[in-house]
């Protein structure tokens, strides 16, 4: 769904392809409570945040946790939207908020449950 996707550019109408290249613990690269999802976009590097309350949350929730990957599929979610509502897609990176991780962990869990799986991530991204 996510992991591999294409996307036009609402403004530019230039068309995207965002690839998931890997998933990091922010504390030890940038000391921050936040979860980063690497992606490659046309070949440029881009990050989406996740806090990490967000896991905590979703504990809370629903007693499930939030697996790596949801962590890409959430991400590459968040992205897609990003980019069709017409945010900057050259940024750097973008972090997300608790509630919005939370709407798009339900968004990827239904289109999930519609096709049968979770998509799986590939190897050596």
Not at 65 to 90: M, P, W
């Amino acid at each position: 769904m996510f992991e591999d996707f294409h996307v036009a550019d609402r403004w530019s109408g230039e068309q995207l392809h965002c690839r998931w290249k890997g998933t990091i613990v922010a504390i030890a690269t940038r000391h921050a409570d936040a979860v980063d999802v690497r992606f490659d976009v046309n070949g440029r590097p881009l990050w989406v945040a996740l806090p990490l309350d967000a896991w905590a949350a979703q504990k809370q929730r629903s007693d499930k946790v939030i697996t790596d990957q949801l962590t890409a599929q959430i991400a590459g979610s968040f992205l897609k939207q990003l980019v069709e509502e017409g945010s900057d897609s050259r940024r750097e990176l973008y972090t997300m908020t608790v509630p919005q991780v939370l709407t798009h962990l339900d968004a990827v869990v239904a289109a999930a449950k519609e096709r049968g799986s979770m998509p799986t991530l590939p190897r050596g991204a």
